[in-house]
């Protein structure tokens, strides 16, 4: 009588290694290179062999068969400046955290605290009701999503903006002249930005006429420029983040996977501010120079 064997599965390759993989692949990363990495992370040469070249080989197919969605944008694993201290043009600024896929990063001291209430003291007098974007008419409209004030303030307006997009610049690699005015927000009590997504849904009949003006959103920084006593946070959903509002500090993310298709996983929302009040400069960033 012939003894059955049984072969346990091959262990699974986890979906950020697969991410990993793939976004190396994107970037023309050599399989040598991949290698050598994953088998510093102690994966068993064989194996990681295996899986190289099975991802590389489903990325090229997507890669040929969307060629489409990648010739707009070309997205990058994430498009920080490298180190834990950035000199971020005139400013040092630490990396708190990272993580990928999608991409975020908090930011510790972007801002001091007298750019902080520079920019609160200039958006005071100026405040109106915040808008969303129309996604089914274009334009943009008043909407319970969102109960805000702000207002902008255009590209290089004045010092301490101007001083901000060099910053800013420096430390995500995208040139100043794809960023969207620099827009300030002010939240009461109660005052929130339900889940939503800041590129615009290619699928929407109203975001032709706002990618004329520059192509696709790609990425996001909200700057914080106060403390909020309570609530208030920035909330990923989807990836279970929550970054509390601390004055000077930023997260940034990113829209786009590997592969250059928007990630829905980006979502997010300004939590309800529970106690005090809450400031933020917001800057979005566009894969082409932004006019209008
Ligand atoms: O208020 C926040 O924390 C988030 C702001 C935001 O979602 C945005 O400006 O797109």
New binding site residues.
Partial sequence: MSVAVSTPPPPRLSPDWQDWLAGNVVRGCSDADMLAAMRAAGFDEQYARVAITVVRSMTERVQAQAPSMLVDYQADPLRIAQGNRIRAADRDVSVSFTRFSPNVALFANLLSEQECDKLIQLSAGKLRRSEVVDRAGGGVQVSGVRT?EGTYFQRGENAVVQRLEQRIAALTGIPVEQGEPL?I?H?GVGGE?LP?H?YFDPADPGSAEHLQWGGQRIA?L?MYLNDVDAG?Q?RFPDIDLEVM?QRGSAVYFEYFNQAGEVDPRCL???MPVLRGE?W?A?KWMRAHPYHR
Avoid: E, R
Wanted: glycine share 12%; charged share 10%.
């Fill in positions: 805000s827009q927000l939240y930005y939503h800041d996001t909200v208030g920035t509002p997010h929302a300004g809450k933020i917001t």
